[in-house]
């Protein structure tokens, strides 16, 4: 009997989803969004959250001063306006005014000087403090102002002010770190925290008081489902109505007549990207012909069309085209093995003895390129590499070695000849903490031992200054530089493919994602699946 | 007897401190820190901040000092937090346990059905036909990798077929029913029980069927060898009927070494496999384990070892035990030695 229930209801469902969309124009509220999820949250407060998965519940249950908007602009959120003193060093935040917590109590600049408090607090297992401790004081001037000075001018500050401000009237005596309000947060933010089944679901329902507007969906459910494959089956059956597909899905799974008919597939650069990163220090790699030569020798193109079935770009530095960073006329060379194989013999590298494999000094040209495990499409660009490097006369062997073990035997320690890696980046083009001289200490990320004067010095003057023209020059500056250098060969930036049940209006792709507009989607009532649920 | 059974229960304390020893040592031989799966590789996260992070937990104090740290709480039955979120680890085990419990019991008296009858009726017709097909579908099950089956089976029943749902415990109707809840009060929640039954089917099964192989072969071969034994040939010589002979004398003998199985499955029941875990997304004692592994998370790591250690203790020892009880030679040969 609750088998003919379940699928009675589920027919009934399916009816509703087919039925064809006259225009809307009005939103209506209602229905839920079901987002599937690999991991679980850990940590629901936004100074302690680590993982993606706590990231995505707290974006919604709280609010920073400001953020990005589709075009990548700063935007107020919980401030209204903000004002950057002439020296840099000033920036005074004037706050919306009628906000409340989710309790009710009303919002203020006594919460944004707590969250700060809490950001520096050695006590408090927070991995963020470094982008604050160049904060000399937070001063509240009124409820609904804050003025923080800076000990020298950071430009990236603006984008830490992203960070969800926390209620001081509920946290003020608590200890952050073994709160219950971990695990039942109160924040600004649109969606209200209702439930967390741990390793289950995350339930969140409309905040109707949300001072931008009342979101039109009623609830966002986070279920956590770990398997890749099961999260593609709970989205073919409708269990789950938004979530992120790998190439493969993009391209050859989903293209049929019912996913068409219910589904809708977007597609948008990611912020981030993948290369080769080499050991500087090694003498092989030391020479910058040698790496120039394996740019060259390297077909991205081929990768991007073979491995990522052409999702993605090519990629020449470390920004994406969309960001303002980016130096346009930094253009992808075409792959010349004729050039690279000059390079190479310029460098002292030939095939002295024949065997196919380039020598110098009697000994060939043998390295290992390592990546991590459980990302399958790296492994095959790895592969792809060998295979491609093989055609100059270069011997790659691959070795894939789980996170941990790889971070702390062999970056940690450079004991690497090449890594294969991904860096998913913030918005903000500062990469002064992977690429100036001064960060390659064990465990920071300038790991490949990179040093060039005049990066380092772009590097440090781009952070201290707040016009943009002056930043942009500087960063495209260093774009430049840093695909002349080669401290890593920049292979692609993967495009994001998320995928959202078609009864959803409102949903668009921006460089930022979808997801910016959340509170501006709707689903026309007799589309509506999800009615009423309990708390 | 008694006193057998409390020398029995404190030559065990020795054997669990070894264990706990070995494990504390064994996990932090692996390198790596739990501050790495979420601090490495953030470019947020400067090396001061991690390094602030790693005293807080304390692993910066030497090697034994953290151990003794861990024994002293653990004698008071504190197994601490959790590094991965700071909650206490009794409160992440008792969440998981019910439902990785349930589905293991379910399995085993699914297997204990199936799998006993099929071996016992193999014994009774060895090399017949039903006998080399039974044989044939256990090892199949045996050796198919469960991932594969599980998604096999997911794809023709949830998907295509819709008889069940694809993953989870609970469907969305029931998203504000908790677990515990289910348990403490069963009758109010009849409806969700019956939800969360078609939620198990398919995770039971797969459970179910890659241990069908062990216990009715098992079962087959210890038959087989007291179906050879005088005192059966005695009973057919007395003119018993077949089924007398098998129920009232072949059964009883044949089965004694099934409770030692059973004894030793203790341990499994409170631990899940990670991998049919992870593909029907069900919040078990499996992926905790796995998941704690993969993080470096110590106390979680630590406390299912020692617990898992003593369920395996004990189930050794309720084995014997029983098996004492049950085989009178055993019984009267210690009641009658020094």
Redesign the interface.
């Known amino acids: 009997m609750g088998v003919l229930i379940v699928s009675l209801t589920a027919l009934r469902m399916e009816a509703r989803a087919q039925t064809p969309s006259s225009t809307e124009t009005r939103p209506t509220p209602g229905d839920a969004l079901v987002v599937g999820s690999i991991g679980d949250a850990s940590r629901l407060l936004p100074i302690l959250t680590t993982d993606s998965a706590s990231g995505d519940i707290v974006s919604l249950v709280f609010n920073g001063l400001v953020k990005y908007d589709e075009r990548l602009a700063v935007v107020g959120d919980l401030a209204e306006s903000w004002h950057v003193a002439s020296d840099g060093l000033t920036i005074t935040f004037v706050l919306r005014r009628g906000v409340r917590w989710h309790d009710g109590q009303p919002f203020g600049a006594e919460d944004v000087r707590f969250t700060y408090e809490k950001l520096i607090d050695p006590n408090v297992k927070t991995p963020y403090s470094s982008s604050y401790e160049l904060i000399e004081s937070v001063d509240v001037l009124d409820e609904a102002t804050v003025r923080v000075r800076y000990r020298e001018p950071f430009a990236p500050a603006l984008e830490s002010w992203m960070m969800g401000i926390m209620p001081k009237h509920l946290l003020g005596q608590e200890d952050l770190n073994t709160t219950r309000y971990l695990r039942q947060p109160i924040g600004t933010g649109p969606y209200r925290f209702v439930r967390w089944k741990t390793g289950e679901l995350i339930n969140l329902e409309v905040n109707p008081d949300y001072f931008e507007h009342r979101p039109y969906l009623d609830r966002y459910l986070y279920r956590i489902i770990p398997d890749q494959a099961t999260l593609f089956l709970e989205l073919i059956t409708g269990g789950v109505d938004l979530s992120g597909l790998s190439p493969l899905q993009y391209e050859r799974q989903t293209k049929t007549a019912y996913f068409e008919r219910h589904y809708q597939r977007f597609r948008y650069p990611s912020f981030g990207f993948t290369y080769i990163g080499y050991n500087l220090n090694d003498v092989r790699f030391h020479d910058q012909r040698v790496r120039q030569a394996i740019n060259l020798a390297i077909d991205k193109r081929a990768i991007l069309d073979g491995i990522l079935f052409s999702l993605g770009s090519v990629a020449t530095g470390p920004y994406p085209k969309e960001s303002w960073a980016y130096d346009p006329s930094v253009v992808p060379q075409p792959r010349d093995l004729d050039q690279a194989r000059a390079l190479l013999a310029q460098a002292g590298w030939e095939d002295h003895d024949g065997d196919g494999w380039l020598d110098r000094d009697g000994a060939p040209f043998r390295f290992t390129l390592m990546t991590n495990q459980g990302n399958e499409v790296r492994r095959q660009v790895a592969e792809l590499i060998q295979q491609q490097l093989k055609e100059v006369g270069i011997d790659v062997r691959i070795k894939v070695i789980e996170w941990s073990t790889f971070v702390h035997e062999f970056i940690d320690t450079r004991r690497f000849d090449a890594v294969l890696l991904g860096w998913s980046l913030s918005r903000d083009p500062d990469l002064y903490d992977l690429f100036h001289s001064s960060k390659t200490r064990e465990g920071e990320y300038n790991f490949v031992g990179y040093r060039n004067p005049e990066v380092d010095q772009l590097l440090w003057a781009g952070r201290r200054t707040f016009l943009q023209h002056e930043r942009q020059a500087i960063y495209r500056r260093v774009h430049r530089l840093l695909y002349e250098d080669q401290p890593y060969t920049f292979l692609f930036v993967p495009d994001a493919l998320p995928v959202v049940h078609r009864r959803f209006r409102n949903v668009r792709p921006t460089p930022i994602g979808i997801m910016d507009n959340l509170i501006e989607w709707y689903v026309p009532a007799p589309e509506q699946r999800y009615h009423r649920m309990a708390r | 007897m008694t006193s057998y059974v409390v020398r029995r229960l404190v030559s065990l304390v020795p054997v669990l401190l070894w264990i706990t020893i070995l494990s504390f040592g064994i996990i932090h031989l ?4 739990p501050t ?15 390094e ?2 790693t005293r ?2 304390g692993l910066d104090q030497p090697l034994h000092r953290q151990y003794l740290d861990w024994l002293h709480r653990v004698i008071r039955l504190d197994f601490g ?1 959790s590094f ?4 206490p680890v009794i409160e ?1 085990i008792l ?2 346990l019910p439902v990785t419990v349930m589905i293991n019991l379910l399995s085993l008296g699914l297997v204990l059905v199936i799998a006993i009858p099929l071996g016992v009726l193999a014994a009774v017709r060895p090399h017949s036909l039903f006998d080399r097909a039974t044989t044939v579908v256990v090892f199949l099950g045996y050796s198919m990798p469960s991932f594969w089956l599980a ?1 096999l089976l ?2 023709a029943f ?2 295509t077929l ?2 069940f ?6 469907s ?2 029931f ?2 029913v ?2 515990w809840d289910l348990i403490q009060h069963p009758l109010t929640h009849l409806a969700a029980w ?1 939800d969360v039954a ?1 939620h198990l089917v398919l995770p039971v099964t797969v459970t179910a069927f890659v241990s069908l192989a062990g216990l009715s072969r098992y079962t087959r071969s210890s038959m087989i060898e007291v179906l050879k034994q005088d005192y059966i040939r005695t009973a057919r010589a007395k003119g018993l009927s077949e089924r007398h002979v098998l129920f009232k004398h072949g059964l009883r003998n044949g089965l004694l070494p099934i409770l030692t199985i059973l004894g030793l499955s203790l341990p499994d029941l409170i631990g899940g496999s990670v991998i049919s875990e ?4 069900v ?1 078990g004692m499996g ?1 905790l384990f796995y998941e704690a592994v ?1 993080a ?1 998370d110590y106390p979680v790591v630590m406390a299912l070892v020692t617990i898992g250690s003593i369920f395996t203790m004990l189930g050794n020892f309720l084995a014997d035990l029983a098996y004492a009880y049950a085989d009178p030679r055993i019984r009267l040969s210690r009641e009658t030695s020094p």
Not at chain 2, 36 to 50: C, I, K, W, Y
Not at chain 2, 84 to 87: A, H, Q, S
Not at chain 2, 278 to 281: E, G, H, K, W
Request: hydrophobic residues 45%; positive net charge; glycine residues 4%.
């Open positions: 692996a390198p790596g820190k790495d799966l979420a601090m490495q590789f953030n470019p947020r996260v400067s090396l001061e901040a991690r602030r992070l807080l937990y937090r991965l979120d700071d909650r992440k969440e998981r998604l997911m794809a949830s998907v819709r008889w749902p694809v993953s989870g415990l609970l969305l109707a998203a504000h908790e677990f019956q078609w992870t593909i029907f997304s919040p992926r993969m470096r």
